[in-house]
């Protein structure tokens, strides 16, 4: 349950952590596709700015390492590093050691979380400046496309401004919004895809029902993710509008219902019905984005599967899924997008799939302050995203969810630290597991 903004306000928060994690979901949001060379790779730049905004947090007892996160991380990561070893042993081709390093490093963040009367008290906050930068976020796409409503040719303004070097590449930026279109979907500009733009004002809209946002935002929210021409974030709102009928009662699932029939009829009287329509159905296409993301990347880890058992136990090594879609892509021009599941499957085996998922699951569900919040994270983050190594897509949930879980063990710890305290304010002082690293 989160708090009223008139529940909150009497309590004491770190404002100086609210700051550092205002300038990580700030770089979260608009700088995306901002990406630094790595070798012959690229690192998303969200990724060096979560270590240095852990390391100040955890410098200033912001955050904490936690006991339980730890165990969970080395189980998860133990089990993919021993399927890794298993392929490497097996000569499999081009297993890709930089990918394993580039999976371990993703997901140290996770071993760290706020102390529990913090991350009660900023919760709420966090989420209001979230809202915030979305209404942003919703007012660049509906510029973008508006714009092209009126005549205005579509430009990439970030390409046009950021070296090419240090933009991320293999994400389809810009997208018309059908074949031979001149009108192309909005990516609000700094979103990696117009999809990933859909998802993120989503969970505006989401954030806007829990935190009773002002009453103008829905519409533009919404009008917003219309204009990404994107069934992604459309899903997500779908599965977060069950989560929050639950939560909120039966008065709300029908206005919800009633808001999204008018919204469906006044749809259908513009062309827009038709894109819509094509949508709705167009993963009976092989060549549609939603086959290429829904459909053919568990049909392929299927048929992997049948191969041996060693594959199924170990899988073929990490990268595999990202040389497959490679392959694919250069014989028929088509992008494949490996969800999470599949790509796990794909590269580290039901060991490792099944012991990185309950990881995951902990870390998401284990605690948290809003069901409604981490079922929606995690079905961004294991359905929608395609994001195991995507630092855009675990940083949205370390911000919304992981960091903010609060569980009895983390109470305990808590409520020992200061029992163990020797004077008030010591920076200094281990606070059991849940201590200051």
């Known amino acids: 349950m989160i708090p009223t903004q008139e529940a909150e306000s009497g309590r004491t928060a770190n404002d100086a952590t609210l700051r550092v994690l205002t300038i990580l979901m ?44 730890t165990t969970g991380y080395f189980v998860a990561m133990t089990a993919c590093a021993l399927s890794a070893l298993t392929a490497f042993l097996r000569q499999n081709d081009d297993t890709s050691f ?18 529990p009367a913090d991350a009660r008290a900023l919760l709420p906050r966090v989420l209001d400046r979230f809202l915030l930068m979305i209404t ?25 401004i950021v070296p090419s070097n240090l933009l991320m590449h293999g994400f389809n930026t810009s997208y018309p919004v059908q074949y031979g279109s001149p009108l192309y979907k909005s990516n609000g500009f700094v979103c990696l895809e117009a999809s990933f733009c859909s998802q993120f004002l989503g969970f505006g809209i989401v954030v806007c029902v829990l935190r009773g946002g002002s ?70 296409s092989s060549t549609s984005s939603g086959s290429l993301r829904f459909v053919q990347p568990y049909q392929r880890t299927w048929d992997s599967l049948g ?45 490792g799939t099944i012991l990185f998922l309950a990881f995951i699951l902990t870390m998401f569900v284990r605690g948290s ?52 305290t020797p004077s008030a304010g010591s920076p200094s002082v281990q606070r059991g597991s849940f201590a200051a690293v």
């Open 215 to 284: 009453w103008w935002r829905l519409p533009m929210l919404v009008l917003a993710i219309l204009s990404t021409v994107s069934g992604t974030g459309l899903l997500l709102l779908a599965f977060a509008g069950v989560l929050l009928a639950v939560h909120k009662g039966a008065r709300f699932a029908v206005t919800a219902l009633i808001g999204v029939s008018l919204v469906a009829l006044i749809i259908s009287f513009t062309p827009a019905s038709s894109i819509f329509a094509a949508r709705a159905t167009e993963t009976s």
């Open 369 to 420: 302050q809003s069901f409604v919040l981490s079922g929606s994270v995690l079905i961004f983050y294991i359905v929608l995203s395609g994001g195991l190594l995507a630092p855009v897509v675990t940083g949205l949930g370390l911000l919304l969810v992981a960091w903010f879980t609060v569980t009895p063990q983390d109470e305990r710890e808590a409520a020992v630290g200061l029992r163990s």
């Open 98 to 115: 930089t990918s394993l390093l580039l999976l371990l490093a993703t997901y140290v963040p996770f071993l760290y979380g706020l102390r």
């Open 307 to 351: 191969k041996d058992p060693a594959t199924v136990i170990f899988g073929n090594g990490p990268g595999y899924a990202d040389r497959d879609a490679s392959a694919f892509f250069q014989r028929t021009g088509l992008p494949l997008n490996y969800a999470l599941v599949p790509k796990l499957i794909l590269e580290y085996g039901v060991l």
């Open 26 to 69: 700030f770089c979260e949001i608009f700088l995306q596709r901002i990406a630094l060379p790595a070798g012959g790779s690229q690192v998303q730049i969200i990724l060096p700015i979560t270590y240095v905004c852990v390391g100040i947090m955890v410098w200033r007892g912001g955050l904490a390492r936690n006991s339980g996160r």
């Open 136 to 160: 942003v976020l919703a007012g660049l796409a509906l510029f973008q496309f508006g714009s092209q409503l009126v005549g205005v040719p579509y430009t990439d303004v970030v390409k046009n």
